[in-house]
């Protein structure tokens, strides 16, 4: 089974910028995108941003303009770019891997990262 391994999280002051990275341990069949989620405490786990294996990428309304979705695609990795932090980005941020084979459609998930923006 493929793990996803990020880091990158960290304490930051509101204004400041993070690099998450992710990298896959293995080959992911039918893979077709990366990208990454959080969770608050409490809350349900929300899509950050994504990004298909032809560079089709997805944020959500909440990000855009200050958050970077990037993969490398032969070494199945991808990272995420947070510009202009906001002590409401605190959360865990989980990486994922979006993946069809057989009949089915199938998300692979890191242990998560944590990042705390201070105000």
């Known amino acids: 089974q493929v793990q996803l391994v990020e880091s990158g999280g960290g304490l930051v002051q509101a204004g400041g910028s993070l690099r998450l990275s992710c990298a896959a341990s293995g080959s992911i069949p039918g893979l077709n995108a990366m990208g990454w989620s959080l969770q608050v405490q409490g809350k349900q786990r929300e899509l950050v941003a994504t990004?298909?294996?032809?560079?089709?990428?997805t944020y959500a309304d909440f990000v855009k303009g200050r958050f970077t979705i990037s993969r490398e695609n032969a070494k199945n990795t991808v990272y995420l770019q947070m510009n202009s932090l906001k002590p409401e980005d605190t959360a865990l941020y989980y990486c994922r891997a979006d993946s069809d084979y057989g009949s089915g459609s199938f998300v692979d998930w890191g242990r998560g990262t944590q990042v705390t923006v201070s105000s």
């Open positions: 990004k298909t294996n032809s560079g089709t990428t």
